[in-house]
């Protein structure tokens, strides 16, 4: 009965994924367009504030620009995962019907690592050669703002960080948190909003940089390794919960339900943007770490078969352009500033970052440039371990949160005595060699019995030492 299950299972779910694709791939602002002479299709996983002002600005430069009417049909399943599953269907129908394309112009937003595994799979067309002549870095602090064959390129500025509720703090009698270790002070006891990085990618991001800051403060990469995992615990220790949704993470901060939270930066800021009151006061904030996280990118590329693909360019060409970039920060109200509030990205050419731009940004004190020399990623040292990482987490903190919690509740109380402080944490089974070889190797040989047995192993030494931290502290 299980095999004839199963069975079925291996047809049923690439069929439900081949007849879900064109719901998921449906119109998502068509009611109530105006007609056009043009239609563009893109998959974004951004907002729809993003979509609305990109969409608008973009027809309007093209109008002028061309003399035609176009309109921007916004395709938004979901997150990156969602666009991921949605591009594997249909480009593998088309390839079956023996198409090029699969009707969509272009793939816009989401993260570096995306774009490098769609870019691998030849799934994307050159992209004009007159924006690789801006001020952009091909690489900067450790990070890749477009690809050697120049086939996705970076249109604005990412990074991590911290948002925290002004309010929660005052009421802890706490300073703002300007560090990742400060998340790990007692203080924050139950009071940290965290997202369960095995089903966030940005959340996995948040926590290398965690690691790799520790890292670069010197010793051996085993001592940085231990000395980012036992800060990972301390912090995870603080958390009242672990989201499945990374956004959940600034709204509940915003709500009062957690004093802090980890976030990608403008999470943060759209939230302390749509707070604000009259008088410009909004009780969510937003910092980046100095030192504590590089700088990435949100891509843009032209899809391969795309069934616009002069109009494409033209999208892609005006993403660059003064107008295209300054959207991103430009307060509403300014010459380049869209029509309802801000959107907090920031741009990613260097040269806006000088008057007489720099003015009219919202953000006008982040700096990226200036600050990103303060935080090299360095892939050698965790880039193989990302996964690995993930996992530990999973079992060191999620899956015994209970224990844990009450772990380091009883070494508050007790004023963290030294010995109970060591079992605590004891990280020996998922050390820094163990990590790149057994643990990895666990998790690339696609064996879910083995993985769930490592995973139960695991998950049995961190309980065991949680629950003998308690019964220390006693």
């Given at each position: 009965m299980t095999t004839s299950w199963k069975k079925y299972l291996g047809v049923l779910v690439p069929l439900a994924a081949v007849v879900a694709a064109p719901l998921l791939l449906r119109d998502t602002e068509v009611e109530g367009a105006a007609p056009s002479e043009l239609r563009l299709e893109i998959i974004t996983p951004h907002n729809e504030l993003i979509r609305r002002e990109f969409g608008e600005a973009f027809a309007k430069w093209y109008q002028e620009k061309e003399g035609k009417s176009v309109y921007v049909n916004w395709r938004s399943p979901g997150g990156t995962s969602e666009i991921k599953r949605v591009l594997d269907t249909v480009?593998?129908?088309?390839?079956?019907?023996?198409?090029?394309?699969?009707?969509?112009?272009?793939?816009?937003?989401?993260?570096?690592?995306?774009?490098?595994?769609?870019?691998?799979?030849?799934?994307?067309?050159?992209l004009p050669e007159k924006v690789f002549q801006y001020?952009?870095?091909?690489?900067?602090?450790?990070?890749?703002?477009?690809?050697?064959?120049?086939?996705?390129?970076?249109?604005?500025?990412?990074?991590?960080?911290?948002?925290?509720?002004?309010?929660s703090l005052e009421r802890r009698k706490l300073s703002p948190p300007r560090s990742w270790s400060d998340l790990g002070q007692p203080e924050y006891a139950r009071g940290i909003a965290l997202a369960d990085p095995t089903k966030s990618g940005s959340v996995a991001k948040i926590f290398e940089m965690i690691v790799q800051e520790q890292m670069h403060q010197g010793g051996t990469r085993e001592e940085g390794w231990v000395r980012g995992l036992n800060l990972i615990q301390r912090i995870t220790a603080n958390a009242r919960y672990f989201t499945d949704a990374s956004s959940k993470v600034p709204y509940d901060v915003a709500q009062g339900n957690a004093v802090a939270g980890m976030c990608i930066d403008f999470y943060g800021r759209n939230y302390n943007e749509g707070l604000k009151d009259e008088a410009g006061r909004s009780r969510l904030e937003f910092v980046t770490p100095i030192g504590g996280s590089s700088i990435s990118v949100d891509p843009v590329a032209i899809l391969r078969g795309a069934p616009h693909p002069e109009i494409a360019a033209n999208f892609?060409?005006?993403?660059?352009?003064?107008?295209?970039?300054?959207?991103?920060?430009?307060?509403?109200?300014?010459?380049?500033?869209?029509?309802?509030?801000?959107?907090?990205?920031?741009?990613?050419?260097?040269?806006?970052?000088?008057?007489?731009?720099?003015?009219?940004?919202?953000?006008?004190?982040?700096?990226?440039?200036?600050?990103?020399?303060?935080?090299?990623?360095?892939?050698?040292?965790t880039g193989h371990l990302f996964t690995p990482l993930r996992n530990i987490i999973r079992v060191m903190c999620i899956d015994s949160h209970e224990e844990m919690k009450a772990a380091w509740a009883a070494l508050i109380k007790a004023d963290f005595p030294a010995e109970a402080l060591t079992v605590f944490y004891d990280v020996s089974p998922v050390n820094y060699?163990?990590?790149?070889?057994?643990?990895?190797?666990?998790?690339?040989?696609?064996?879910?019995?083995?993985?769930?047995?490592?995973?139960?192993?695991l998950g049995r030494h961190f309980r065991k030492n949680y629950q003998q931290v308690e019964r220390m502290c006693r």
């Open positions: 480009f593998t129908a088309a390839e079956e019907r023996g198409k090029e394309g699969v009707g969509i112009d272009l793939f816009f937003g989401g993260g570096v690592y995306d774009f490098s595994k769609q870019a691998k799979l030849e799934r994307f067309a050159p001020d952009i870095p091909q690489t900067l602090s450790g990070e890749t703002f477009y690809n050697s064959e120049k086939t996705w390129i970076g249109v604005c500025l990412s990074s991590f960080g911290i948002c925290y509720n002004l309010d892609v060409s005006f993403l660059f352009t003064e107008q295209g970039q300054m959207l991103w920060n430009a307060r509403p109200g300014t010459e380049f500033g869209p029509r309802q509030r801000a959107l907090r990205r920031l741009p990613i050419r260097r040269d806006l970052y000088q008057e007489p731009y720099l003015s009219t940004m919202t953000d006008k004190e982040a700096m990226p440039y200036e600050t990103a020399d303060r935080f090299i990623y360095q892939r050698e040292l060699e163990l990590a790149g070889t057994e643990i990895r190797q666990t998790l690339k040989s696609g064996n879910k019995v083995d993985v769930v047995k490592m995973a139960n192993r």
